[in-house]
């Protein structure tokens, strides 16, 4: 962690700044510590460079709390932590443990896979946050939900100050693949009670994340707190299949969530190789039935989620006008092959895959107009 954060975060129940006390250092970052409220006595662990700001039935390290305990009951003595209740505690649980797993085993996926690797993943940030040339440079940008960092990288590489946060330990590889830059932070945190300081951020993007949190509705709402007055959001969800497609969805994962990690791996690996095996001719139509992907992390991702909710654009319209953004570039009806420009056959048979959506933050809630143009890629100078 760098010291630079703490003037980034507070405590979310007080609003007040934390206290670090710093066990270790390494290359001038705080490698181990702790985070504490003064107000409230809240605290928090740094371990291995992140600071882990969750509750502690979210968030245990043994290890820790052994190797620094006589540290650690100096500072907390007479500390007495409640813990309020969650409703969301199970689902959040066992996101930590698929999306966990998914981010460490494939850490380097964005970076190195023979498809997803940094250019082609250069493409998908512009692509999913509509992002004009120069428009995050020298500005403070959030990735929520950042998995192993890809975009976090992405956002650094266009030259801004960015922090990343995800709720598992996919944050350790987000660390890794992000700690050559002098402006990247990451953070170990919930959505839904995120610690940083209100209004402090120029752009805040989300990719694939609100639809697995259990309520996509809110998590928005919770980031774009983080906003400033003006700043933009881009936020990239699941959109809803046509039917035959939702309820295949529904029976495939009803099955594939009952799965071990190693069943599911395995299942992923089938589900992969045979589609790369049959090829794009026979991948296209089936993807009208259900998802099927000739890349393996893409595979374990879609069946291990334990939850993925589908959204529609009027949907993600309403929410933004009530949240006061004023929506001004999407990608719906992006795509022009023949089938897709007759507009009933295309809503009921081939839906968008997702709902890319970026507006401003305006102050109060708005008279939604809807946005006029699509973003268009051949405007855009990378
Ligand atoms: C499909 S991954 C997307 C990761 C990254 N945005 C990307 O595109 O590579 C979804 C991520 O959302 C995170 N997530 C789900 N619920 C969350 C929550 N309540 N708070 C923070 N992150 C959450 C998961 O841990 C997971 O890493
Ligand atoms: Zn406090």
């Not at 970076?111 to 500005?139: A, G, P, Q």
């Not at 035959?244 to 992969?272: G, H, V, Y």
């Not at 993925?308 to 933004?320: D, I, K, N, Q």
């Not at 929506?327 to 992006?334: A, F, G, N, Q, Y």
């Amino acid at each position: 962690m760098k010291k630079r954060l703490l003037q980034l975060i507070e405590c979310k129940s007080c609003k007040e700044e934390f206290q670090l006390h710093t066990f270790n250092t390494e290359n001038l970052e705080i490698k181990d510590g702790l985070l504490i409220c003064p107000k409230c006595n809240v605290y928090y662990f740094i371990v291995n460079f992140i600071p882990r700001i969750l509750p502690r039935k979210l968030y245990t390290n043994n290890k820790f709390e052994e190797k620094f305990e006589k540290q650690i009951t100096k500072i907390l003595k007479n500390k007495n932590l409640s813990e309020k209740d969650d409703s969301l505690l199970k689902l959040k649980k066992d996101t930590t443990k698929f999306f966990g797993y998914e981010w460490v085993h494939f850490d380097r996926h964005g970076f190195d896979d023979e498809v997803y690797n940094e250019n082609f993943e250069k493409n998908i940030f512009h692509h999913k946050t509509l992002l004009r040339s120069n428009e995050i440079k020298n500005k403070l940008v959030l990735d929520a939900g950042c998995g192993n960092g890809r975009y976090v990288y992405q956002a650094l590489k266009c030259g801004a100050e960015v922090v990343g946060f995800d709720l598992g330990p996919g944050v350790d590889s987000a660390y890794n693949n992000t700690k050559q830059f002098a402006k990247a932070h990451i953070i170990q945190a919930d959505v839904f009670n995120l610690p940083f300081k209100d209004n402090i951020f120029n752009f805040a993007f989300t990719i694939g994340v609100i639809h697995h949190t259990g309520n996509a509705k809110r998590a928005l709402k919770c980031i774009l707190e983080k906003v400033k007055e003006k700043g933009t959001i881009a936020v990239t969800c699941y959109h809803k299949g046509n039917m035959l497609w939702e309820f295949n969805d529904w029976l495939i994962r009803k099955f594939t969530l009952k799965m071990s990690i190693p069943n599911l791996m395995t299942l992923s690996k089938i589900l992969a190789k045979s589609c790369k095996f049959f090829g794009l001719w026979v991948e296209k139509p089936v993807n009208l039935l259900f998802r099927w992907e000739p890349n393996i992390s893409i595979m374990f991702d879609w069946y291990s989620a334990p939850i993925a909710t589908h959204h529609t654009y009027p949907e993600v319209y309403s929410w933004c006008k009530e949240f006061g953004i004023n929506v001004t570039e999407d990608l719906r009806w992006e795509k022009r092959e023949w089938i897709r420009n007759i507009r009933w056959i295309r809503e009921f048979i081939a839906p968008d895959f997702a709902i890319t959506i970026k507006g401003i933050k305006e102050k109060h809630s708005l008279k939604f107009i809807k946005p006029k143009h699509v973003w268009d890629k051949t405007k855009i100078n990378w």
